[in-house]
């Protein structure tokens, strides 16, 4: 009885410092502050629920983005009438002085995101952001490793030229020096 107390303790300790990465997965993929924290608590709950199915502890990260994309998907089928994913509008929160830089870069690239297709941005956001392997978002999302990789590949891609494009728009006296960028 104690063992399993120990045990459930140390789960939920390790269940909660993926709590960050769960939310930041979420949010790229919503981009709606309110619903990534749905998205997250529902996650979290059916963790703890259904620990006794999780097999072998080094696979917790994997095992929970997968729990995420089923929440997310039952999220999407139950308010596909009421709500078009594309109609979704990115929050954006102030940024400090300090960072301005920096946050102009993120927004940059968090718009880009936004304009991929769902697939290519669950992949890019759990390989790019998240550390995942393709054999884990193959997994996370139950598509072949294959699709994984020409997703990522597509996403990739279409993220660049979004930038570059962006850039060029920006600031069309530094075409030539964009042009050097690879």
């Known amino acids: 009885m104690i063992s399993n107390l120990c045990k459930n303790r140390q789960f939920k300790r390790e269940l909660s410092d993926y709590r960050e990465n769960l939310y930041r997965i979420a949010y790229s993929w919503c981009h709606n502050p309110a619903l ?3 998205l997250v608590q529902e996650t979290m709950s059916k963790a703890l629920k259904n620990s006794g199915q999780l097999r072998d502890p080094k696979t917790l990260r994997a095992w929970l983005y997968r729990i995420l994309s089923n929440c997310w998907r039952d999220h999407f089928r139950r308010s596909r009438d009421t709500v078009d994913i594309d109609d979704v509008i990115l929050i954006e929160k102030d940024t400090p ?19 991929l297709p769902m697939g290519q941005r669950q992949v890019i956001s759990l390989v790019d952001l998240e550390g995942c392997t393709y054999i884990e978002v193959a997994g ?21 030229a979004k930038l570059l494009n962006d850039e060029i728009r920006q600031d069309p006296d530094n075409v030539c020096h964009i042009g050097t960028v690879k």
């Open 97 to 115: 002085e300090l960072c301005h830089d920096r946050q102009m870069i993120i927004n940059s690239v968090r718009r880009a995101i936004e304009h």
């Open 36 to 38: 990534a924290d749905d």
């Open 140 to 160: 996370i999302l139950d598509v072949p490793i294959g699709t994984v990789m020409s997703r990522l590949s597509r996403a990739r891609k279409a993220l660049k």
